[in-house]
């Protein structure tokens, strides 16, 4: 079973800017496709972006485009999501997830994915 750990959340002011980490650790996990979504209390995850193993190739959300940039570190087995021009509206838990099987097309949802991170709280306030 693989642990996918999150970090990098806390405070930043509007129009700041964040890096968030999620490593994978544990038994060894053929990765896919993993993503990072959003979360406030009460509601429903939200697709942020992913990004694909096996040629590097990302997909975001139209919210986020231009505003966040995944990336990976193979040899370190985490992906990293970087946000910019950020704004309180982006106040939430961000989790990522990783999918184990091959599935066609972007995992924009929720149960595309095999294994999923406890999350990092970011928050954007002045």
């Known amino acids: 079973q693989v642990q996918l750990v999150e970090s990098g959340g806390g405070l930043v002011r509007p129009g700041g800017s964040l890096t968030l980490s999620c490593a994978a650790t544990?038994?060894?996990?053929?990765?896919?496709?993993m993503g990072w979504f959003r979360q406030t209390p009460g509601q429903e995850h939200e697709f942020v972006g992913a990004i694909k193993w096996n040629d590097n190739t990302t997909y975001y959300a139209d919210s986020m485009k231009g505003r966040a940039t995944i990336s990976r570190d193979n040899s370190k087995a985490t992906i990293y999501l970087h946000m910019s021009n950020l704004k309180p509206s982006d106040t939430a838990v961000y989790s990522c997830a990783a999918s184990k099987y091959f599935r066609p097309g972007w995992g924009v949802h929720r149960n595309y994915y095999d294994a999923w991170g406890q999350g990092t709280q970011v928050t954007v306030s002045s």
């Open positions: 544990g038994p060894s996990f053929r990765k896919i496709q």
